[in-house]
């Protein structure tokens, strides 16, 4: 999500070269009207209706069609520097953290984890254990999702595909962080 939020701010960036390079104006434009019915990228300055026979071109009590251009800028503009409205990665969860309880054992097929939601929120969470042979070796991946509360922790059974894999288990390695889904 943030690599595509540089991308629009490049290409806001981009857009406002080429429009500062070609003479056409970027600022806003409260209040403006501009006579007859030229393009949305004029300059204030500039008169585009030349059929036009009234000395203020800018002003709104013109003859001709009135267009008025309030606003010249993109919405999503502003929200590109910082300068209003709301991001996406201002509301984005930060990971849970997972803690290993109990590894699997013969008698269990499923190894128990402690999931911490660091936000003040409650969320899911996508829980990823490793199960390991004697030679570290990796005999199953299995993930969980669960529900953590705003700021609290739970524990999270995170279950092998068979009973007859758990007695290869030797060890069991969580990932540390659980993402947010």
Same mark, same amino acid.
């Given at each position: 999500?943030?690599?595509?939020?540089?991308?629009?701010?490049?290409?806001?960036?981009?857009?406002?070269?080429?429009?500062?390079?070609?003479?056409?104006?970027?600022?806003?434009?409260?209040?403006?009207?501009?006579?007859?019915?030229? =393009?949305?990228?004029?300059?204030?300055?500039?008169?585009?209706?030349?059929?036009?026979? *009234? !000395?203020?071109? @800018?002003?709104? =009590?013109?003859?001709?069609?009135? +267009?008025?251009? +309030?606003?010249?800028?993109?919405? +999503? %503009?502003?929200?590109?520097?910082?300068?209003?409205?709301?991001?996406?990665?201002?509301?984005?969860?930060?990971? %849970?953290?997972?803690?290993?309880?109990?590894?699997? *054992? #013969?008698?269990?097929?499923? /190894?128990?984890?402690?999931?911490?939601? #660091?936000? /003040? @929120?409650?969320?899911?969470? @996508?829980? *990823?254990?490793?199960?390991?042979?004697?030679?570290?070796?990796?005999?199953?991946?299995?993930?969980?999702?669960?529900?953590? !509360?705003?700021?609290?922790?739970?524990?999270?059974?995170?279950?092998?595909?068979? #009973?007859?894999?758990?007695?290869?288990?030797?060890?069991?390695? #969580?990932? $540390?962080? /659980? $993402?947010?889904?």
């Amino acid at each position: 999500m943030e690599q595509r939020g540089r991308k629009l701010r490049f290409a806001a960036v981009a857009v406002c070269v080429v429009l500062a390079l070609t003479g056409f104006s970027t600022s806003k434009g409260h209040g403006r009207s501009h006579s007859g019915g030229g =393009g949305g990228c004029s300059s204030s300055g500039q008169n585009h209706d030349s059929s036009s026979s *009234t !000395s203020g071109s @800018t002003s709104s =009590g013109s003859s001709g069609s009135t +267009y008025h251009d +309030y606003d010249d800028d993109d919405d +999503y %503009a502003d929200d590109t520097y910082g300068d209003g409205g709301s991001s996406s990665t201002s509301t984005a969860q930060k990971d %849970a953290t997972v803690e290993l309880i109990d590894c699997a *054992t #013969p008698s269990e097929a499923y /190894a128990t984890v402690e999931v911490a939601n #660091p936000n /003040a @929120t409650g969320g899911y969470f @996508t829980v *990823t254990v490793d199960f390991l042979d004697a030679g570290s070796g990796r005999l199953e991946e299995q993930s969980e999702e669960a529900y953590v !509360s705003g700021n609290d922790t739970t524990t999270v059974q995170v279950d092998l595909s068979a #009973p007859a894999v758990a007695a290869k288990v030797d060890h069991c390695v #969580p990932e $540390p962080y /659980a $993402p947010a889904r």
